[in-house]
Structures are given as structure tokens and as C-alpha cells.
């Protein structure tokens, strides 16, 4: 689920960043894809945030349960 999606997310930044490299520095898209590839990187960021703090929660020899 989370890994799945950074890995999406990922894989979309590698595409864009190799789209842009062969972008003259000067075209107008370069910005977007930059503006694009930060919003990814801070997915991916919060993605992985989550996915330590879920595996932090559920400790070995823990039912995954937490006492009331």
C-alpha cells in the first residue's frame, strides 16, 4: 500500500526528471516540471514519515493492538 505508492511516486519523479533534462534550461516547462518533481519529493517524504511512524506503532511481539 504506502510502499507501492512511493514507489509509484518515485518512478513518476525519475520520469519527469529524465523529461526535463533533455529540456533546454530555458524552456518554460522546466519550471513546471521542477515545481512538479518538489511536490513529489514532499509526498514522498510524508509517504515514508507515515510508513515509519505505522512501523513504529506495531513493535515486534505486539498485536498490532494498543491498550485503551
Do not use: H, W, Y
Not at 509509484?8 to 534550461?25: G, H, S, W, Y
Not at 522546466?30 to 514532499?42: C, F, G, K, N, Y
Amino acid at each position: 500500500a504506502t510502499s507501492d505508492s512511493i514507489r509509484v511516486d518515485a518512478e513518476r519523479l525519475a520520469e519527469i526528471e529524465k523529461a526535463k533534462t533533455e529540456l533546454d534550461p530555458s524552456d518554460p516547462r522546466v519550471d513546471d516540471m521542477s515545481r512538479d518533481i518538489q511536490a513529489l519529493v514532499a509526498q514522498i517524504g510524508d509517504k515514508a514519515k507515515a510508513e515509519r511512524e505505522l512501523a513504529e506503532e506495531a513493535e515486534p511481539g505486539e498485536s498490532g493492538s494498543k491498550p485503551n
